[in-house]
């Protein structure tokens, strides 16, 4: 996937936000919380960096496509072994996942706010 395309389809998730930091970095952000890096420190590092559950964390590390990101490991993010790790359509995938785990975390006041719907909880 290309820088552009990473950045349009990070920009299409709702209330995704891009300011540049840290080395002309891209950060995208929902509700002021990152979800995805791109580009600058990333891109002499390796590949894009996002937000994972914790089964993709262990998926995409243990099969070799990313490995535990710079400073934020810890935090379950990682960092593709190349921009090109996966096909756009996963890769897709794995950004809305980002973006849904970070909406998660946000208040429920903020995500009234962002126009943003309750995260789904599962069956009652």
């Given at each position: 996937?290309?820088p552009?395309?990473?950045?349009?389809?990070?920009?299409?998730?709702?209330?995704?936000?891009?300011?540049?930091?840290?080395?002309?970095t891209?950060?995208?952000?929902?509700?002021?919380?990152m979800?995805a890096?791109?580009?600058?420190?990333?891109?002499?590092?390796?590949?894009?960096m996002?937000?994972?559950?914790?089964?993709?964390?262990?998926?995409l590390?243990?099969h070799g496509?990313?490995?535990?990101a710079?400073?934020?490991?810890r935090?379950?993010?990682v960092?593709?072994?190349?921009?090109?790790?996966?096909?756009?359509?996963?890769?897709?995938?794995?950004?809305?996942?980002?973006?849904g785990l970070?909406?998660?975390?946000?208040t429920?006041?903020k995500r009234?706010?962002?126009?943003?719907?309750?995260?789904?909880?599962?069956?009652?």
């Amino acid at each position: 996937m290309t820088p552009k395309s990473f950045e349009a389809r990070c920009l299409r998730l709702p209330a995704a936000t891009k300011v540049v930091q840290w080395e002309g970095t891209s950060v995208f952000k929902v509700g002021g919380k990152m979800f995805a890096l791109s580009g600058g420190y990333t891109a002499e590092s390796g590949g894009y960096m996002f937000k994972v559950s914790n089964m993709a964390y262990a998926m995409l590390i243990e099969h070799g496509l990313a490995r535990p990101a710079p400073y934020l490991a810890r935090a379950k993010w990682v960092q593709l072994v190349s921009n090109n790790a996966l096909p756009d359509s996963e890769l897709t995938a794995y950004l809305a996942q980002a973006h849904g785990l970070i909406v998660a975390k946000l208040t429920i006041k903020k995500r009234k706010e962002l126009g943003l719907a309750s995260p789904h909880t599962g069956p009652a």
